[in-house]
C-alpha cells in the first residue's frame, strides 16, 4: 500500500463517521447494568437510541434464561444481544496481557493501556484477516487491503 492509498482510506474512514438522528438511530445493546439508562441520555437524544438489556439468569453458574428490555427507542427483541462485545472483550483479554484479572502485566499508565489496546483494535480491524483474506477494514469498504506493520509505523499522515 502506497501513501495515495492510506490516504484515501483514511478519507473513507471520516466520510462513514455519522451522528445519530431520529431517523438514523443507534443502536446500544448491554447487560442490566443501570449506569447505560442514566449515561446514554447524557451523550444522546433518546429520540437518536435504540437501546436494549439483556439480563442473564443464572443457576449454579449456567444461564438458564435471557430477559431481553427495551429501554429507549424501538429496538427488535431478537437484535438485542451482547454476544460480539463478549467475544471481542475475551479476544482482547488473550491477546492483550494488561487486561488479565491478577496480572504481572498490568499498566502502570492509562495512556501505556490505551496505546496498546488501540495497537490491538488497529491490528484486528486492518491486519487480521476474517474470512475470505479480508479484514474487517476491507468488509467496511474503509481498507484496499491487508495492512502490514510496515505500512502502518511508516504511515505518513498529512495534516
Not at 462485545?85 to 499498566?107: A, D, P, Q, Y
Request: aromatic share 12%.
Amino acid at each position: 500500500m502506497d501513501s495515495g492509498d492510506l490516504q484515501r482510506n483514511d478519507q473513507k474512514t471520516l466520510l462513514r463517521v455519522e451522528l445519530p438522528f431520529p431517523n438514523n438511530k443507534i443502536q446500544i445493546f448491554s447487560d442490566g447494568n443501570d449506569d447505560y439508562v442514566f449515561t446514554l441520555p447524557e451523550y444522546y437524544a433518546a429520540t437518536c437510541i435504540d437501546y436494549g438489556q439483556i439480563v442473564k439468569i443464572r443457576e449454579k453458574g449456567r444461564v438458564v434464561d435471557k430477559i431481553k428490555r427495551i429501554i429507549f427507542g424501538n429496538p427488535e427483541p431478537e437484535d438485542i444481544e451482547t454476544t460480539n462485545i463478549e467475544n471481542f472483550n475475551g479476544i482482547l483479554r488473550e491477546r492483550l496481557g494488561r487486561l488479565v484479572r491478577k496480572t504481572k502485566c498490568f499498566s502502570k499508565k492509562k495512556s501505556r493501556l490505551r496505546n496498546a489496546t488501540e495497537l490491538i483494535q488497529f491490528h484486528w480491524n486492518f491486519m487480521d484477516t476474517i474470512h475470505n483474506r479480508l479484514t474487517p477494514a476491507m468488509i467496511e469498504s474503509l481498507s484496499d487491503g491487508i495492512w502490514s506493520w510496515d505500512d502502518f509505523l511508516l504511515f505518513h499522515y498529512a495534516v
